[in-house]
């Protein structure tokens, strides 16, 4: 069985300070890993991904994550935070061979100007 | 870019009806897949689709039906709406394979009285 875990429910971080959402999971074999967010009244949009490679993957809007296969952990990051990055941040794990994605509970990202 | 859309952003049912969310994609994605959020649960699956005619059940069925006549569209039909069934519901279609993303439609927010 696959899981993952957001232990935040909320990160609240102040504008121009760097930001993590954190995310731990668990798989079977190698996993592949992703950031989804939710802005306000909006569907959910795809901004990075991890299959294989470089440990530190780059995505939309400036995020990036880390991969880290000891900690089983795959942490969203930015090095200088915006108010327009406030929003619903959900991590999801695949596992080879899985038939489905599995979410996270989701973290409540606030930054304050 | 991929477009997912979904037949209705708000919806206002009455115990017993039978209820139906439609679902199309435009980008020849073999997969597909209906989630509904709740606060606090974050996303959970309820059935999923790789082919036409074929589905999956997720992790919450029970109540839930589904049909894919046609590649591009997935319905979610609810036999019998239920005041339990009051919640945010995502459509959301990829290309068959466990290192591909998501393109999420933007939701249909059911009410059942």
């Known amino acids: 069985a696959q899981s993952v875990a957001q232990p935040e429910d909320q990160v609240n971080v102040a504008e121009g300070n760097p930001l993590t959402v954190k995310c731990t999971y668990s798989?079977?074999?190698?996993?592949?890993l992703f950031w989804y967010v939710q802005y306000p009244n909006r569907g959910l949009q795809f901004l990075l991904k991890?299959?294989?490679?470089?440990?530190l993957v780059k995505g939309s809007y400036g995020f990036e994550a880390e991969f880290n296969k000891s900690q089983t952990s795959f942490h969203l990051k930015k090095p200088s935070a915006l108010v327009s990055d406030s929003a619903l941040y959900f991590c999801?794990?695949?596992?080879?061979?899985?038939?489905?994605?599995?979410f996270g509970d989701g973290t409540t990202l606030t930054v304050k100007p | 870019d991929v477009k997912v859309t979904q037949s209705s952003r708000y919806l206002v049912k009455r115990t017993g009806e039978k209820v139906f969310l439609e679902c199309v994609q435009d980008?020849?994605?073999?997969?597909m897949f209906w989630y509904r959020q709740d606060p606090g649960l974050g996303l959970r699956l309820i059935y999923f689709?790789?082919?036409?005619?074929?589905?999956e059940k997720g992790d919450i069925p029970e109540g839930y039906s589904v049909s894919r006549e046609k590649k591009e569209r997935f319905s979610l039909i609810l036999e019998s709406a239920s005041t339990n069934q009051t919640s945010m519901y995502l459509c959301?279609?990829?290309?068959?394979?466990?290192?591909?993303?998501?393109?999420f439609g933007p939701g249909t927010r059911l009410t059942v009285t």
């Open positions: 980008m020849d994605h073999e997969n």
């Open positions: 999801a794990v695949r596992g080879i061979g899985a038939g489905k994605s599995t």
């Open positions: 991890y299959i294989t490679g470089d440990n």
């Open positions: 959301a279609s990829s290309l068959f394979g466990e290192l591909y993303e998501q393109y």
């Open positions: 689709s790789y082919d036409v005619k074929m589905k």
């Open positions: 798989v079977s074999g190698n996993p592949y």
